[in-house]
């Protein structure tokens, strides 16, 4: 019997709402998309990886990087594992694969790894939403369970987009940083969604969950017929 395997996007889905995660990965029935950056971070996120492997092809910083005393990770062949078949973690206790498919990857002193993920947005100014910050710090864990050495600090690149007066598209670069990632509680994490993936009762939901407080407004509508 071939293990589960659990995505870290799913694993997001759990922290974001027990009762989502459970319809979703355990019975099957998809919880409704929104229209996000994630969208357009789709289109960009092949062109910037092209782009960071010519730099590392090269043996070359990419100038965002200059002022940073960290590097493009080498291992292309590693990389490109991670990126498609993701950083798996096979829990010995869950009988679970966990993974995670990342961006990219820094290294500082040829050492230590940085989690690097790409981000697109169209608003003026770039918000970390905590679920960001999860991201890095899950992509972490499971570069730690593989016995790796990992900072506890994560680095997005983000591109701005927009339209000017002309209608003209431009752009903005920059690199944004984040200190203190905690990799430490996702064990904990993993049993509590575990043992939420084996329940056989329907989990509560997130006291702030739009997705399942139209369920209930639905479920209360026939009710009252």
Same mark, same amino acid.
């Given at each position: 019997m071939k293990p589960i395997k659990i995505s870290r996007s799913k694993i997001e889905l759990f922290l974001d709402c027990p009762r989502c995660f459970w319809l979703e990965v355990k019975k099957k029935i998809k919880r409704p998309e929104k229209f996000t950056a994630t969208h357009l971070g789709n289109k960009y996120d092949p062109f910037l990886k092209k782009v960071f492997d010519e730099y590392r092809r090269q043996n070359k910083k990419? *100038?965002?990087?200059? $002022?940073?005393?960290?590097?493009?990770? *080498?291992?292309?062949?590693?990389? $490109?594992?991670?990126? *498609? *078949?993701g950083v798996e973690y096979f829990h010995p206790k869950h009988k679970i694969i966990y993974y995670g498919e990342i961006d990219d990857l820094l290294i500082k002193e040829n050492k230590y790894l940085i989690p690097f993920d790409f981000k697109t947005t169209l608003s003026k100014e770039f918000q970390v939403y905590e679920s960001y910050k999860r991201q890095l710090e899950i992509y972490g864990y499971l570069l730690k369970k593989q016995g790796e050495e990992v900072l506890n600090l994560g680095v997005f690149y983000v591109v701005r987009v927009d339209i000017n007066e002309n209608f003209e598209k431009i752009e903005e670069r920059k690199i944004v940083i984040l200190e203190n990632l905690n990799y430490e509680i996702y064990d904990e994490v993993l049993e509590k969604l575990k043992e939420t993936y084996f329940s056989l009762q329907e989990p509560e939901p997130s006291e702030n969950c739009p997705f399942c407080l139209r369920d209930f407004q639905i479920k209360n509508l026939y009710k009252n017929e």
């Amino acid at each position: 019997m071939k293990p589960i395997k659990i995505s870290r996007s799913k694993i997001e889905l759990f922290l974001d709402c027990p009762r989502c995660f459970w319809l979703e990965v355990k019975k099957k029935i998809k919880r409704p998309e929104k229209f996000t950056a994630t969208h357009l971070g789709n289109k960009y996120d092949p062109f910037l990886k092209k782009v960071f492997d010519e730099y590392r092809r090269q043996n070359k910083k990419p *100038k965002e990087l200059e $002022e940073f005393d960290f590097e493009l990770y *080498k291992d292309y062949q590693k990389l $490109e594992i991670w990126r *498609k *078949k993701g950083v798996e973690y096979f829990h010995p206790k869950h009988k679970i694969i966990y993974y995670g498919e990342i961006d990219d990857l820094l290294i500082k002193e040829n050492k230590y790894l940085i989690p690097f993920d790409f981000k697109t947005t169209l608003s003026k100014e770039f918000q970390v939403y905590e679920s960001y910050k999860r991201q890095l710090e899950i992509y972490g864990y499971l570069l730690k369970k593989q016995g790796e050495e990992v900072l506890n600090l994560g680095v997005f690149y983000v591109v701005r987009v927009d339209i000017n007066e002309n209608f003209e598209k431009i752009e903005e670069r920059k690199i944004v940083i984040l200190e203190n990632l905690n990799y430490e509680i996702y064990d904990e994490v993993l049993e509590k969604l575990k043992e939420t993936y084996f329940s056989l009762q329907e989990p509560e939901p997130s006291e702030n969950c739009p997705f399942c407080l139209r369920d209930f407004q639905i479920k209360n509508l026939y009710k009252n017929e």
